[in-house]
């Protein structure tokens, strides 16, 4: 076991114990407030473009087509009433930690992309990219995250490729908790 797979293994071990309480809470509001499951499931691109689940929070209504969110026409329609809040807060997001401890995702790596998204997982396949495990934050995330372009979310992530070592995980991980409190890049 490497060290980077170790500290996702131990610190997504402890943040979910953590947030336990919060997860549970959350879980009954979705329940409370619309119809269908609690965690929204899909088949992301994850290293070596192999396919698999990946948890979030349920934040769209059941039958949201399965596409990115910037390419629906019309994404606040889809919204369920918990689910701008939960976007906003990123806190949709907290189930991957079952992710990272299944070795699916690390804490940092590029952000999965979702199975029909060809045009970033060929770039990102052209690029290397694809040999990392991807991450629950990384540094696309934190230099724009839904404001860049395909390309310029590889080149963040070929950056990443290129100078990964634990001071720029602990400089991502750190400045994710600034943009998540602050719901820097959000778009929806």
Not at 16 to 36: A, E, M, N, Q, R
Not at 90 to 111: A, C, K
Not at 130 to 157: C, Y
Request: proline content about 6%.
């Amino acid at each position: 076991m490497t060290i980077k797979r170790m500290f996702d293994f131990v610190s997504a071990s402890l943040l979910l114990f953590v947030l336990l309480p919060i997860i549970l809470f959350i879980s009954l509001l979705i329940k409370l407030t619309s119809d269908g499951p609690v965690f929204y499931i899909s088949d992301r691109v994850g290293v070596q473009n192999s396919i698999f689940k990946m948890y979030k929070f349920r934040t769209m209504k059941v039958g949201t087509p399965p596409l990115a969110t910037h390419l629906l026409t019309n994404p606040e329609k889809y919204v369920t009433p918990v689910g701008r809040f939960l976007r906003k807060t990123s806190l949709d997001e907290l189930p991957q930690l079952f992710n990272i401890i299944w070795g699916e995702m690390s804490v940092v790596g590029p952000r999965p992309a979702l199975y029909n998204q060809y045009d970033l997982i060929e770039l990102r396949t052209e690029n290397g990219v694809h040999s990392l495990v991807p991450g629950f934050t990384g540094w696309a995330q934190i230099n724009g995250r839904d404001e860049l372009s395909i390309p310029a979310k590889v080149e963040f992530d070929e950056y990443y490729l290129k100078h990964q070592n634990i001071l720029l995980d602990f400089k991502i991980i750190y400045r994710t908790v600034s943009k998540v409190a602050k719901a820097e890049g959000v778009k929806h």
